[in-house]
């Protein structure tokens, strides 16, 4: 099976902009959660989807959103982008939550806001 | 919310050591993951393992989850070893949130 696939792989934008990410679950995986990685902050979880529905968010701005389609890909966005958003956005998948095996993630966008 | 400490922050090895990696979580959890993250900043899974022992070539893992901690535990380490592991548990009704330790910064010197 092919792994977990995130479009696109490095991003420059400039502050004050909004940027959309993709991700693409393994086949047959339909929960998606997404991250946020930064040096000061470590790995802090945005938000998880399962069957097109938000189940669970975590503690960021509502400048971070996201979506969920029917064949369980994933987009999350970021509107009026800061220089504190630079950050390498990981996305996971899994069966069903985490409960089963566990999760998995893509190899991540990096974003650079200037 | 629930608190994941890992255990040392850093870590130097000669080629060859044995090391032994902590995770403390101060609450009850659903699952238990093992992750290292290779210079690119992907995370690789190295074990689900919300109980019990298992093991991976050179790696083996337990947890006990009474006592709320997990070891990783890497034998005849290799260079390629190196980088960042990893501890994230998720907490009972918190579906997909998994919350991370800070990580274990592995250096395998030849």
């Known amino acids: 099976k092919a792994g977990v696939t995130q479009t696109p792989r490095y991003l420059i934008k400039t502050r004050g902009q909004q940027v959309t990410l993709s991700c693409s679950p393994i086949s047959g995986h339909r929960s998606v959660s997404w991250y946020q990685q930064t040096p000061g902050q470590g790995l802090q979880f945005l938000f998880e989807?399962?069957?097109?529905?938000?189940?669970n968010k975590g503690n960021f701005p509502g400048r971070f959103s996201g979506r969920q389609f029917s064949n369980s890909r994933s987009e999350m966005n970021v509107s009026t982008l800061e220089l504190g958003d630079s950050a390498l956005y990981l996305c996971?998948?899994?069966?069903?939550?985490?409960?089963?095996?566990?999760?998995?993630f893509g190899p991540g966008t990096r974003l650079t806001v200037l | 919310g629930i608190q994941v400490e890992q255990s040392p922050p850093d870590l130097i090895l000669q080629e060859g050591a044995n090391s032994t990696l902590r995770c403390n979580f101060s609450?009850?959890?659903?699952?238990l993951q093992w992750f290292h993250q290779n210079p690119w900043g992907q995370l690789i899974n190295l074990f689900y393992i919300p109980s019990g022992t298992k093991q991976n070539g050179r790696l083996s893992a337990t947890t006990v989850a009474t006592e709320r901690y997990s070891l990783l535990y890497i034998s005849s380490s290799q260079t390629t070893d190196s980088g960042v592991y990893f501890c994230?548990?998720?907490?009972?009704?918190?579906?997909?949130?998994?919350?991370f330790g800070k990580g274990t910064k592995l250096s395998v010197k030849p």
């Open positions: 996971a998948s899994s069966l069903a939550g985490t409960g089963v095996r566990g999760q998995f």
């Open positions: 609450d009850s959890v659903n699952n």
């Open positions: 994230a548990v998720e907490r009972r009704g918190s579906q997909g949130n998994l919350i």
């Open positions: 989807y399962f069957s097109e529905t938000q189940r």
